[in-house]
């Protein structure tokens, strides 16, 4: 059982930054594939990014490559989510999962029914 809590949202005007944080407990996740999702109001989860166990593959949705940056640190069983230049349709509740345990470390998932733990969310807010 992997529990995961986010922290880091908040209100930021167009053109800012956050660093979301997504901390594990319950299992270490070396072995666990990662991702953040997000959901805005009357839409559909969407995918933002995933990272591999071992911190070496990521992914990224086209709305975000460029300007969010996920990283880990098994050792502190933490993920982040550094996103910049932000725009107000990144407006959204943003939420970490957490998929495996896998013996391969090198690849990411990109489909939110592959992730079987998620956290409570965090709202990002960015206005215009």
């Known amino acids: 059982q992997v529990d995961l809590v986010e922290s880091g949202g908040g209100l930021v005007q167009a053109g800012g930054f956050l660093r979301l944080s997504c901390a594990a407990s319950g299992d270490t996740v070396r072995s666990y594939v990662m991702g953040w999702f997000r959901q805005a109001p009357g839409k559909e989860r969407q995918f933002v990014a995933s990272i591999a166990g071992s911190g070496g593959t990521t992914s990224y949705a086209d709305s975000v490559k460029g300007r969010f940056t996920i990283s880990r640190d098994n050792t502190e069983n933490t993920v982040w989510l550094q996103m910049n230049s932000l725009k107000p349709e990144d407006t959204a509740v943003y939420s970490c999962?957490?998929?495996?345990?896998?013996?391969?470390?090198?690849?990411?998932?990109?489909?939110?029914?592959?992730?079987?733990?998620w956290g409570q969310g965090t709202q990002v807010t960015v206005s215009s």
């Open positions: 999962a957490a998929a495996g345990p896998f013996h391969s470390r090198s690849f990411t998932l990109v489909d939110a029914h592959s992730y079987q733990h």
